[in-house]
Each structure stands twice: as C-alpha cells, then as structure tokens.
C-alpha cells in the first residue's frame, strides 16, 4: 500500500480496510456526510413526529429511514475521530451496518409500499394500516443491527472483509432488483389512464399523475446510481482478488450523495422547498 493512503485506523489488515481512503477525501466524503446529512435527516424526522398521526402512518418507512440515515452521518463523524481515537473504531464498523444494510432494506419497503398503491391498490387498502408498517420495519431493524454486530464481530476477530463483501454486493444487487422491478411496474402503471376515466377526470389527474410519474423516474435514476457502482465494484473486486483504494472511492461516494435525495423529495411534497415547489 502506497503512502498516500490510510486505514480508518493504522494497520493494514484494519477492519475498516473495505473504506480506506485518502486522508482528503476521506474527510471531504465524510464531511458532506454528516454536514448536510445529519440536519437534513434530522429536520425529516422532526416533521414527520410533530405532524398530524396520519402523516407518521403515511410516512412511516421514511421516518425509519431517516433514523437510519442519522445513525449513517454520526458513523461519518465517529470515521474520523477513530483516526485520532482508536477505541471508536468499533461502534464506526457497528454504525457502518446502518448505510450498508438499513437503507437499502427501508429503501425497499417504500418501493415496495409504492407499487402495491399504485399497481395493486386492494393489496394496498389490506395492508395499509399502521400494524403492518410497524411489523415490516420492526424486522427490518432485527435484520439490519443483527448484520451490523455480525460484520463488527466477524471482523473485528478475523480481520478479513472478503465475507462481508460477498454478503453486501449480493445484498445489494437482490434489493436493487426487487426496487427496480417496483419502480418500473409504478412508471409502466403510471403512464396508463384508468378504466373508466372520463376526459374531465383525466385532466384533473393529468398534473398529479405527471408529478407523481417524475417522482418515481427522480427515484429510479437515483436507485441506478447508488446501487450500481457499488455492486459493480464488489463483484469486480471480488473476482479480481483486488482491493485497491481507487476502486472504492466512486462508488462510497455516488452511495453518499445518492442518499440525499431521499429527504429532499419529502421536503418538497411537505411543501418545505419553496424554490422547487413553485416551478
């Protein structure tokens, strides 16, 4: 390994060796991170909770979301204290499970609550009450913090990261399937009038059919580029045997700023973004 790069910590064999990057990069990446990420994330969470009940009903995958994404910011913010105070190396590998496993997971039930209200809306109805919501995430946090502690022990005892590698990218490339099959079946679904329609009716759905339509495009677009350079990078690090510092760079970064737009498109339906609610 070159001079120009370093561990999360110092040895080479360091268990966050699968982020190693540059000292300005690392910084810079971790920085947007937690700068932007944390208040953002923060603010949706604070809109979601002091709004009426059946806005955190309606919201309530984002709201777990979000959780999950602040706990992400502070695992950037804690990445760069481990440099200087190795004993947060640990709760850093616990707190990198969040980004690794959570969003993906909660990304995957908004797709998934997205299609069933748009493709099979009697589906929808059935599972629509908060219940459901609650047992959904409910196991999607078991499964994300069981992984996280899984990677932070498994890691910490046998410093290799090839497993958890396999474990991510594959991860990775099932959930970004089954979202990329929802998204396209709500845009397919979408771009169809409904049976029955009169002209009026038509009209009047026209707008908010077209917005919801560039939602889920905005959405699917930003699935490609969080997901795909990330999976693309695993695989090939994985067949080639090869875990160089350039390769990861990209791709942790595209995952990073990828994230962002999540609560951005909330603030602009919570009307929050006036600059683009107006145009």
Partial sequence: MNNSTVNFTTPESSPTYFFELADSRRMFVFGISFMFGFPTHSYVIWLIITGARSGVASEFFVLNLSFCEVGSSLNAMFGLLSHL???????????QGLGITGRPLFQ????????LAVVHPVTFLKYKPLRYRVIC??????ITLSSSLL??????????TEPYIWFSSTAFLLLFSIQLFCLVAVLRALKQSGPGERRREREEKNHMKKRAFYLILITTMNMIILYVPFIITG?????????????????????????????VLYLQRAGKLSCLCSS
């Avoid at 995430?137 to 078991?142: D, N, P, Q």
């Avoid at 875990?243 to 995952?255: D, R, T």
């Fill in 151 to 160: 990677f932070c022990i498994f890691i910490v005892v046998s410093l290799k």
């Fill in 235 to 263: 695989f090939f690090v994985i067949l080639t045997q090869q875990e160089i510092v350039n390769f990861w760079f990209p791709a942790y970064l595209f995952y990073v700023l990828a994230g962002f737009v999540q609560p």
């Fill in 85 to 95: 105070f190795s004993s947060l190396t640990i709760l850093t590998l616990f707190l």
């Fill in 108 to 115: 995957c039930l908004i797709s998934v609550e997205r299609y």
């Fill in 137 to 142: 995430c409910t196991a999607a946090w078991i």
